[in-house]
C-alpha cells in the first residue's frame, strides 16, 4: 500500500494558510502556490538515490555526488496542476515535463482523458503527478493511469489539500503510489468542494470564475 505524507514544514504549513484565505487576491495566491510546491518537491527528492562522482575544485579534486539516473519528469494535471509546475522547476530546473488533460463525462461523470503527452523515456525516470486538490481522486487516480499505461513506474501523487474519501480512491486504484500532500482536509462537500480546503484551485490561480 502506498503512503501519505503529511509534509508538514513549517514554511509550508504556514503559507498554506495564506493560500487557504479567501482574501488572498490572484498575484498573492500564484506565487504561494509556487513556493509551497517549491518546498514540497525539496521534501519530496529527499531520498532520491545519488551517484558518486568527482570534481575539480580550485583546490583539489573532490569526491562527491549526483542524482542518479535520468532527470525526473513531472506531469501536472491540466488546468490546476500548471500552478504548482514552475514552483518545482525552480529547484529542479532541468526536469522534464509532460502533461495529462482530463475532462469529466457529462453522463457517467468519470474523468476522461484528451490529452496525454510525456517525456521520452518516462519509464526510467521517476515521476511525480502534480494535481493540487485530491478531491474525489477521480482524476488524479485517471492521471496516474494514464502515466502508468505508457510506461511509468511507481509514479508519485504531489497536491496540496487532500480528503480522505480521495486518498482512499487513489489507494484502491494504485496500491503502488504515494501520496504527497501539505494537508488532510475533512471532508468534501455536496458542491465538490473541499472543506474547509481554499475552493476552486484553477479558478484562483488563473482568476476565472
Ligand atoms: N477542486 C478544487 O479546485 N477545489 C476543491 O475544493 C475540490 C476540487
Same mark, same amino acid.
Given at each position: 500500500?502506498?503512503?501519505?505524507?503529511?509534509?508538514?514544514?513549517?514554511?509550508?504549513?504556514?503559507?498554506?494558510?495564506?493560500?487557504?484565505?479567501?482574501?488572498?487576491?490572484?498575484?498573492?495566491?500564484?506565487?504561494?502556490?509556487?513556493?509551497?510546491?517549491? !518546498?514540497?518537491?525539496? =521534501?519530496?527528492?529527499?531520498? &532520491? /538515490?545519488?551517484?558518486?562522482? @568527482?570534481? $575539480?575544485?580550485? #583546490?583539489?579534486?573532490?569526491?562527491?555526488?549526483?542524482?542518479?539516473?535520468?532527470?525526473?519528469?513531472?506531469?501536472?494535471?491540466?488546468?490546476?496542476?500548471?500552478?504548482?509546475?514552475?514552483?518545482?522547476?525552480?529547484?529542479?530546473?532541468?526536469?522534464?515535463?509532460?502533461?495529462?488533460?482530463?475532462?469529466?463525462?457529462?453522463?457517467? !461523470?468519470?474523468?476522461? =482523458?484528451?490529452?496525454?503527452? &510525456? /517525456?521520452?523515456?518516462?519509464? @526510467?525516470? $521517476?515521476?511525480? #503527478?502534480?494535481?493540487?486538490?485530491?478531491?474525489?481522486?477521480?482524476?488524479?487516480?485517471?492521471?496516474?493511469?494514464?502515466?502508468?499505461?505508457?510506461?511509468?513506474?511507481?509514479?508519485?501523487?504531489?497536491?496540496?489539500?487532500?480528503?480522505?474519501?480521495?486518498?482512499?480512491?487513489?489507494?484502491?486504484?494504485?496500491?503502488?503510489?504515494?501520496?504527497?500532500?501539505?494537508?488532510?482536509?475533512?471532508? &468534501?462537500?455536496?458542491?465538490?468542494?473541499?472543506?474547509?480546503?481554499?475552493?476552486?484551485?484553477?479558478?484562483?490561480?488563473?482568476?476565472?470564475?
Amino acid at each position: 500500500m502506498g503512503q501519505v505524507h503529511v509534509l508538514d514544514h513549517p514554511l509550508i504549513q504556514h503559507k498554506l494558510t495564506y493560500i487557504r484565505n479567501k482574501d488572498t487576491g490572484t498575484k498573492e495566491f500564484r506565487a504561494l502556490v509556487q513556493e509551497v510546491s517549491m !518546498l514540497m518537491a525539496y =521534501e519530496i527528492t529527499r531520498n &532520491l /538515490p545519488l551517484v558518486e562522482t @568527482e570534481v $575539480d575544485t580550485p #583546490v583539489a579534486r573532490a569526491r562527491t555526488n549526483v542524482i542518479a539516473g535520468k532527470t525526473l519528469a513531472l506531469v501536472p494535471v491540466l488546468r490546476a496542476g500548471l500552478g504548482m509546475l514552475d514552483g518545482i522547476l525552480n529547484l529542479i530546473p532541468t526536469a522534464k515535463v509532460g502533461h495529462v488533460g482530463l475532462y469529466r463525462d457529462p453522463e457517467t !461523470l468519470q474523468p476522461v =482523458e484528451y490529452y496525454c503527452k &510525456l /517525456p521520452a523515456n518516462v519509464e @526510467e525516470r $521517476d515521476v511525480i #503527478v502534480v494535481d493540487p486538490m485530491l478531491a474525489t481522486g477521480g482524476s488524479a487516480s485517471a492521471a496516474l493511469t494514464a502515466v502508468k499505461a505508457r510506461g511509468a513506474k511507481q509514479p508519485k501523487l504531489m497536491c496540496l489539500v487532500a480528503v480522505p474519501e480521495g486518498i482512499r480512491t487513489v489507494q484502491q486504484d494504485h496500491e503502488d503510489v504515494d501520496i504527497y500532500t501539505a494537508a488532510v482536509d475533512d471532508y &468534501l462537500n455536496d458542491h465538490g468542494y473541499i472543506v474547509p480546503g481554499l475552493g476552486d484551485a484553477g479558478d484562483r490561480l488563473f482568476g476565472t470564475k
